[in-house]
């Protein structure tokens, strides 16, 4: 120690007093440690967080796409049902017309017929000849036969002498029959039975020999 100057160190005690300071510059010098652990921490959950994010957009995006689809198809389904609905509808009216007007080509042609019985009928009370009378029914009895079979409406023949079937016939009522060999035969015709296009419309109303 120098006695001149007390506060003077010498060389000796220099090197104590720095590894004294540098001590205590190191005991009072914040420490690295935490901070860095925090920042892992974060970058860790970040990094956790991340994934879980991804998947969630990707959950969105489906989500929007199922209902962007749900949609189409019920947009469609309206459609169709308002599409069927339409025809429904129209086809009924169409049925409920058809019913209605099914005959009309038929009176058509029959009202020529018609007009031709008016017309006799008017005619009848100037007329004295009754053999004319008898021949102008005749005429109008042919046309309207005419226009009838024009329409696929045939009569049957007349079966008088014939077996009995029960696909032409309809049996009204049983009568001895005249003739042994009438039994169980149609001895006489009270109706005339009709077919349209080959189909019976009117069964033959007949009476059966027994």
Do not use: C, W
């Not at 920042?39 to 879980?52: C, F, H, I, L, V």
């Not at 009754?130 to 046309?143: D, P, W």
């Amino acid at each position: 120690m120098d006695l001149r100057n007390p506060f003077r160190r010498t060389p000796k005690e220099k090197p104590a007093m720095e590894n004294e300071t540098v001590k205590n510059e190191t005991n009072h010098a914040p420490n690295p440690e935490p901070a860095a652990n925090e920042a892992a921490a974060t970058a860790t959950a970040d990094t956790a967080s991340a994934p879980e994010r991804t998947e969630a957009e990707t959950l969105k995006g489906e989500l929007d796409l199922l209902r962007a689809e749900h949609q189409a198809v019920h947009d469609k389904h309206i459609r169709l049902f308002a599409e069927f609905d339409n025809f429904r509808k129209r086809t009924a009216k169409e049925r409920l017309e058809l019913m209605q007007y099914a005959g009309e080509n038929t009176l058509n042609a029959v009202l020529p017929v018609l007009d031709d019985m008016d017309r006799a009928i008017a005619n009848n009370d100037k007329v004295d000849d009754i053999n004319a009378i008898r021949e102008g029914f005749k005429l109008i009895h042919q046309k309207m036969m005419h226009v009838l079979a024009a329409q696929g409406l045939k009569p049957m023949p007349d079966a008088r002498g014939e077996a009995f079937d029960t696909d032409r016939h309809e049996a009204i009522t049983k009568a001895p029959a005249p003739a042994p060999d009438l039994k169980g035969k149609v001895i006489d015709v009270i109706e005339k039975g009709y077919t349209l296009h080959d189909k019976v419309i009117r069964y033959a109303k007949v009476v059966v020999g027994e």
